[in-house]
């Protein structure tokens, strides 16, 4: 199976499936000398268990990190670097009868026709949300890696939260109360209707999607590549290659359809911008200012609704799908979308040091 690493320099492969005995990664180009600990790998990794909300699957992994290579005495050693963290709460029963069909909104289907039906069809496999945690992890040791690094080019610091669940936007921006809140919101009059409706969708057995937002500070001017290697070509890349997620938009994104260049333009005074309208890349380059992205999450496609399907033998079938699902993935994805975020980053800036001789 192919498309398992991304990455150039800092580049990772992820391992394990759903309901196998463990999930990892395997990092390579990681400078020597980065100090790194278990423990820095749990606190990433306990961001993006589910909550005790009623909304969120039931299933209940410890996610502890173990580093079982390129490590000594605290401190990374250059070689490649593994995490593995073991999968404990398996329920591979709960898929007996739907490994016998196509389950919609799901990559059964794509998956059983590139591999010819030899793949892994427990809770999805590789493409489980499951595998995500091995992302979170290697974006642990990349932000270690650019918190540690001498001579970095700026303080790059980042975070995501949620602006949209359904119909639901967020309307102000309390960065403190992400931190606190069940769905990694900003706006705490929103979340609440938020969770109503979400607890409407699960009493419904359906499930509802969202937004998220991805702000990027600490970035300077000229960091990425022209033409095919464009920071927000990157990021957006990587992104994309979350589950669940289906669009991508930087800075005014879409909006830019219906505007004249007049409206668009980012206007200079003083050495500095006047608005952000790009959303901090310019000829796919960073112009030192915020990077913002957005990202279009989709519902969680195991819901508890009667849907028609075909069957691997070829049946037209109706199924309801039962087991443990979150109903919205939004705030679970949110540390997954910081992660190879930090990721992506930490490639363009090990690219950056050594294009200017400083590794």
């Not at 580093?67 to 591979?92: C, K, Y």
């Not at 949300?129 to 001579?151: F, S, Y």
Request: glycine share 10%; with cysteine; aromatic share 6%.
């Amino acid at each position: 199976m192919c498309g398992n690493s991304i990455g150039k320099i800092f580049k990772i492969t992820t391992f394990g499936e759903s309901h196998g005995n463990a999930v990892g990664v395997v990092i390579d180009g990681c400078p020597p000398g980065i100090p790194l600990a278990d423990e820095t790998i749990d606190t990433a990794l306990e961001k993006r268990r589910p909550s005790n909300a009623v909304f969120s699957t039931s299933r209940r992994e410890a996610d502890r990190g173990r580093i079982i290579s390129g490590i000594f005495n605290g401190r990374t050693t250059g070689a490649p670097l593994t995490v593995m963290i073991e999968n404990a709460d398996m329920s591979p029963k709960d898929y007996e009868k739907t490994s016998e069909y196509f389950r919609p909104g799901h990559a059964d289907f794509t998956y059983h026709h590139k591999y010819r039906g030899f793949n892994d069809p427990r809770g999805g496999g590789r493409s489980s949300g499951r595998e995500t945690v091995c992302r979170v992890a290697a974006g642990a040791v990349a932000r270690e890696l650019l918190m540690n690094t001498h001579n970095q080019p700026a303080s790059i610091d980042l975070f995501a939260h949620s602006v949209q669940i359904g119909s639901v936007k967020t309307n102000v921006f309390e960065k403190s109360a992400v931190y606190s809140s069940v769905l990694k919101c900003a706006d705490k009059t929103a979340e609440e209707k938020m969770i109503k409706l979400i607890e409407e969708c699960k009493a419904a057995g359906d499930s509802i999607g969202g937004m998220a937002e991805l702000i990027i500070t600490g970035i300077p001017a000229g960091l990425g590549e022209p033409v095919f290697d464009k920071l927000d070509a990157r990021l957006a890349y990587a992104i994309m290659g979350i589950p669940a997620v289906k669009g991508v938009e930087i800075g005014d994104g879409f909006a830019v359809s219906g505007k004249m260049g007049s409206e668009n333009n980012d206007q200079m005074a003083d050495k500095s911008f006047l608005s952000n309208h790009a959303g901090g890349t310019l000829g796919g380059i960073s112009t030192g200012q915020q990077i913002v992205m957005r990202i279009a999450v989709k519902p969680t496609p195991s819901i508890n609704k009667t849907q028609r399907t075909v069957a691997k033998s070829g049946e037209n079938i109706e199924i309801n799908i039962s087991g443990r699902h979150d109903v919205c993935i939004v705030p679970r994805i949110i540390p997954v979308i910081e992660a190879m975020a930090w990721i992506t980053l930490a490639d363009f800036v090990l690219a950056d040091r050594i294009h200017n001789n400083l590794l």
